[in-house]
């Protein structure tokens, strides 16, 4: 299974990004995914995931209402809408199978105050 991750940046706080995670290896559209990230000196945590057909989702209490994810099974990429970004969003963004323990290279968004 391979994950890449892409789209992250540099945006002002309260602006809007969407980051994309492409798949490989696998029947992606039998999978819910994940979305997690990691700060600089922190433990890596949930953001939210997104069942394989994509009608069920689910999110951190701290993103629940500024951010959305969704999914193109066609495609097997997964997606990570974020608006009203806080400086404290900043992190590097994985996605991740769910069920299976396999992390791709992240992509790293930076919001600035």
């Known amino acids: 299974v391979q994950l890449q991750a892409s789209g992250g940046g540099l945006v002002q706080a309260g602006g809007s990004l969407r980051v994309s995670c492409t798949a490989s290896g696998l029947t992606f559209g039998s999978y819910g995914m994940g979305w997690f990230r990691q700060a600089p000196g922190k433990d890596r945590e949930f953001v939210g995931s997104?069942?394989?057909?994509?009608?069920?989702?689910y999110y951190a209490d701290s993103v629940k209402g500024r951010f959305t994810i969704s999914r193109d099974n066609a495609k097997n990429t997964v997606y990570l809408q974020m608006n009203s970004l806080k400086p404290e969003d900043t992190a590097v963004y994985y996605c991740?199978?769910?069920?299976?323990?396999?992390w791709g290279q992240g992509t790293q968004v930076t919001v600035s105050s």
């Open positions: 997104i069942s394989w057909r994509g009608d069920n989702t």
């Open positions: 991740k199978v769910l069920g299976i323990n396999n």
